[in-house]
T-cell receptor, first 114, second 115 residues
Framework: DTGVSQDPRHKITKRGQNVTFRCDPISEHNRLYWYRQTLGQGPEFLTYFQNEAQLEKSRLLSDRFSAERPKGSFSTLEIQRTEQGDSAMYLC????????????FGSGTRLTVV | GDSVTQMEGPVTLSEEAFLTINCTYTATGYPSLFWYVQYPGEGLQLLLKATKADDKGSNKGFEATYRKETTSFHLEKGSVQVSDSAVYFCALSTSSTGANSKLTFGKGITLSVRP
């Protein structure tokens, strides 16, 4: 297992376009989390899944954002009608049942909206 | 709501110097506390954690003690190395499942260690 994988690593898009990011968690991990990190700030929680169920969403996750985890494995995060304020690093993490060792984070997808 | 406050950075030290990075928190209930580290070009990694008052987390020469009376979780290392250069984040979780739940992070602080 190579850890949590995120694709793409970088994405540049024009304002108003839709973008989709993918996260592949560690295979035996049932929880999957999305965070957003802007420059000079710590990661901010967006949403998390337990298996395929989305159990919590932050107020940061506006109607333009949608996340899915259809088969309880990989997850996608889509942003519709991107705005310059969406420019950030989008981090995915996963954890095992019980989670005593905490999360494993991916390296993130850096989004730049121009 | 829950929050984590870290000292302002960046911090630059010479190799073998003593390191302290301050972290204080505000939370309902009894949070679990964490330090995460992000090395250049890599994802966040759990450095250490403490789940109840007076617990001491330790790893790779780093230590932090959960101080409920001062709501603090300061990170210390007796002798830093160049390889410790990274961004350090303090974080908390207020879920009963501790590490396996939503985290609230501080802003992070960049540590640079000179040879």
């Amino acid at each position: 297992d190579t850890g949590v994988s995120q694709d793409p690593r970088h994405k540049i898009t024009k304002r108003g376009q839709n973008v989709t990011f993918r996260c592949d968690p560690i295979s035996e991990h049932n929880r999957l989390y999305w965070y957003r990190q802007t420059l000079g700030q710590g990661p901010e929680f967006l949403t998390y899944f337990q298996n395929e169920a989305q159990l919590e969403k932050s107020r940061l996750l506006s109607d333009r954002f949608s996340a899915e985890r259809p088969k309880g494995s990989f997850s996608t995060l889509e942003i519709q009608r991107t705005e310059q304020g969406d420019s950030a690093m989008y981090l995915c993490a996963s954890s095992s049942p019980g989670g005593r060792s905490g999360y494993t984070f991916g390296s993130g997808t850096r989004l730049t909206v121009v | 709501g829950d929050s984590v406050t870290q000292m302002e950075g960046p911090v630059t030290l010479s190799e073998e110097a003593f390191l302290t990075i301050n972290c204080t928190y505000t939370a309902t209930g009894y949070p679990s506390l964490f330090w995460y580290v992000q090395y250049p070009g890599e994802g966040l990694q759990l450095l250490l954690k403490a789940t109840k008052a007076d617990d001491k987390g330790s790893n790779k020469g780093f230590e932090a003690t959960y101080r409920k009376e001062t709501t603090s979780f300061h990170l210390e290392k007796g002798s830093v190395q160049v390889s410790d250069s990274a961004v350090y984040f303090c974080a908390l979780s207020t879920s009963s499942t501790g590490a396996n739940s939503k985290l609230t992070f501080g802003k992070g602080i960049t540590l640079s260690v000179r040879p």
